[in-house]
């Protein structure tokens, strides 16, 4: 019984202290949909203050779900991607830019050529003031986007968030032709690039 409780005392210890670690250093969460979650990781990975991005499922009602039951447009969640991020070297304002640069916000429960509600784009918010920023960048968009079609992307409390399977991590780095070939057939940067101009996403 004494090692049980010596064992249980020095896991919390270990648990206080990670979380006094995040605080320390500022780190916080951030989730988007943007579609495919293999196009989203990559731009936020190249950002100074960014510490991982995970590719996963969130916003729908079945719980730990599989890529093919999301794939299958049942479960209510999108494919989405959570960043952990440190706000002393980069703004949420910052990761909400590089969001809507990579996601076509013109459509709903689509992007690209992969439609369904699990395709659509969202900001899926963890705090008030990542929902006013989210709101205020939205409203921002509204009036100075280079395009004419109203944006209809999502804004939603953040529910639990399910890790894809592992061989989804990264995939523009395990499998980088597959990747590009993806990107191209799927015509999402050649859309990108007609809605943003020079400041599309990649």
Known sequence: MKTFITFMLGLS?????????????????????????WCMEHPFDELPGVVSVTSGYTGGHKKNPTYEEVSAGKTGHAESIQVVYDSAQVTYEKLLDV????????????????????????????????????????????????????????????????????????????????YKYYRTTCGRDSRLKELWGDAAGH
Request: hydrophobic fraction near 35%; aromatic fraction near 14%; include cysteine.
């Open 13 to 37: 210890g270990m648990l206080i202290s990670a979380t006094t670690l995040m605080a320390a250093v500022n780190l916080e969460k951030a989730t988007f949909a943007g579609g495919c979650f």
């Open 99 to 178: 969001f809507w640069h990579n996601i076509d916000p013109t459509t709903k429960d689509r992007q690209f050529c992969d439609s369904g509600n699990q395709y659509r784009s969202a900001i899926f918010y963890h705090n008030e003031k990542q929902r006013l920023l989210a709101v205020q960048s939205k409203t921002a968009l509204g009036t100075s986007k280079p395009f004419s079609a109203p944006v209809v992307t999502e804004i939603t409390q953040a529910g639990e968030f399910y890790p894809a399977e592992e061989y989804h991590q990264h995939y523009y780095k395990k499998n980088p032709i597959r």
